[in-house]
């Protein structure tokens, strides 16, 4: 199996080093002209994901999504479980260049009782490439802090068009923390553009 290890492992903490760089491909996404995709991951002290559940979302995303987080792999773990927010957010279209965009998402009813990882209330979309050069594919780790605020961006998979542009609005993000005595507090934005709709996948861009 193709994987990636990235530098974050040096600097210390839980950091997602590991997962699969070949292609699933799912008609999931075709015809989705912008989307985000929440789920709540339970990463064991091993570093591998333990279960997946979808909080927020089309179901349609849920199998191939399972399928890229069965090869995910974080190092730094603590001796326990680990709630891990996993965010895919997805544009396509021939609408999707040059727009900048900022919404909110509701907090579920009874989220708290049901889930641990931190849930994504203000999402601002990065600046998409103008050029409609091609499909990209960024992936973010963020640091959050117990009143759900961004700290720190760390880009784990890196494209060139998209990434500055991702890093600077995931950085504007904000989160509802169910849990604020937990440590730490981790989310993995999946941020993918497609400039076509028959092309959009959000697997794509780990290879």
Known sequence: MATLVSNLQQTGGVKLTQFETGRIQSRAFENMETGVTVFDLQVSPDGS???ATLVTGDPKVVEPARRAFSSWRFTGMPASIVHVSAIF??????????????????????YARYH???FPVRIVEPGYRLDGAGSGTVVLQLELTPEGIVNRVDPIVDDPALTPSATAAAGNWSFYIPNKHASPQ?????IHFAPQVEVTSLFNGFE
């Open 186 to 190: 981790i989310a993995i934005a999946v």
């Open 49 to 51: 994901v333990l279960t």
């Open 116 to 118: 641990r990882a931190p």
């Open 89 to 110: 957010l997805s544009k396509s279209g021939h609408g999707a260049t040059g727009s900048v965009k900022a919404f909110n998402e509701p907090v579920p009813d009874s």
